[in-house]
Nanobody, 126 residues
Framework: QVQLVESGGGLVQAGDSLRLSCAAS????????MGWFRQAPGKERRFVAAISQSGGSTYYADSVNGRFTISRDNAENTVYLRMSSLEPEDTAVYYC???????????????????WGQGTQVIVSS
């Protein structure tokens, strides 16, 4: 079992930055990859970014590449999503997820992830 708790969401203006955090517990954090997904109102949940167990590899959705940065602190059992140059289209509930079976790769499919947090709301006003 892995428990994930996101924090850091809120209401910001377009162009602002925000950092989301996801605290993990229950299993050895450095043994599994992590991902961030988001779900906008009325839309399906979509991949945002993923990071490998060590943090040495990352992968981003095209829509956020260059604006968002995923990182992790294995000593603190936490994964982060730094979001810059936010746009109203980034408004969504953001979820972190744990991929316990990724091996050496980073996966973008929602069904590949084994555990999910409850989500944190991000609203970007224009």
């Amino acid at each position: 079992q892995v428990q994930l708790v996101e924090s850091g969401g809120g209401l910001v203006q377009a162009g602002d930055s925000l950092r989301l955090s996801c605290a993990a517990s229950g299993r050895t954090f450095s043994s599994f990859a992590m991902g961030w997904f988001r779900q906008a109102p009325g839309k399906e949940r979509r991949f945002v970014a993923a990071i490998s167990q060590s943090g040495g590899s990352t992968y981003y959705a095209d829509s956020v590449n260059g604006r968002f940065t995923i990182s992790r602190d294995n000593a603190e059992n936490t994964v982060y999503l730094r979001m810059s140059s936010l746009e109203p289209e980034d408004t969504a509930v953001y979820y972190c997820a744990a991929d316990l079976q990724s091996g050496g790769g980073l996966r973008t499919w929602e069904t590949s992830y084994d555990y999910w947090g409850q989500g944190t709301q991000v609203i970007v006003s224009s």
